[in-house]
């Protein structure tokens, strides 16, 4: 995948991100989880998904965009030191899989879905850090 592709993704999950930002800025009261979990585990799908493609063009080239958030997290921390580092429990609220074709679920928690949102800013400095390297 062509570094520009890469770009791409990185972008798209900043807008993601963005939107989840910009609901959680929002009045406590006002806020609606949904509309923060559901970008901000989109954002982080995209990050990881753009960090496995930049481990996948120096290891061997193979890449599967079809990955879950679990498969995508497994092979990050298997190629970059730093993703071990994380603590992706958060994720593992109440939600399902974003991308399964279970019945969706979110979280309803606003303090899980900051820690998401951290996770996912987290994971965000490490695909920069790889972009730029």
């Given at each position: 995948?062509?570094?520009?592709?890469?770009?791409q993704?990185?972008?798209?999950a900043?807008?993601?991100?963005e939107?989840?930002g910009?609901?959680?800025?929002?009045?406590?009261?006002?806020?609606?989880?949904?509309?923060?979990?559901?970008?901000?585990?989109q954002?982080?799908?995209?990050?990881?998904?753009s960090?496995y493609l930049?481990?996948?063009?120096r290891?061997?080239?193979?890449?599967?965009?079809?990955?879950?958030?679990?498969?995508l997290?497994t092979?990050c921390?298997?190629?970059?030191?730093?993703?071990?580092?994380?603590?992706?429990?958060?994720l593992y609220?109440?939600?399902?899989?974003?991308?399964?074709?279970?019945?969706?679920?979110?979280c309803?928690?606003?303090?899980?879905?900051?820690?998401?949102?951290?996770l996912?800013?987290e994971?965000?400095?490490?695909v920069?850090?790889?972009?730029?390297?």
């Amino acid at each position: 995948m062509k570094k520009q592709e890469i770009n791409q993704l990185f972008e798209a999950a900043e807008t993601e991100l963005e939107k989840a930002g910009e609901e959680l800025s929002r009045p406590s009261h006002d806020v609606v989880a949904y509309a923060v979990c559901a970008p901000t585990r989109q954002a982080l799908h995209n990050y990881l998904t753009s960090l496995y493609l930049i481990h996948a063009q120096r290891v061997n080239g193979v890449s599967d965009e079809s990955l879950t958030v679990d498969d995508l997290i497994t092979l990050c921390k298997k190629h970059d030191p730093k993703v071990k580092e994380l603590d992706f429990s958060p994720l593992y609220c109440s939600c399902k899989d974003m991308f399964d074709d279970n019945d969706i679920m979110f979280c309803n928690d606003i303090n899980n879905v900051k820690e998401c949102m951290n996770l996912a800013r987290e994971v965000r400095e490490v695909v920069k850090e790889r972009l730029s390297s």
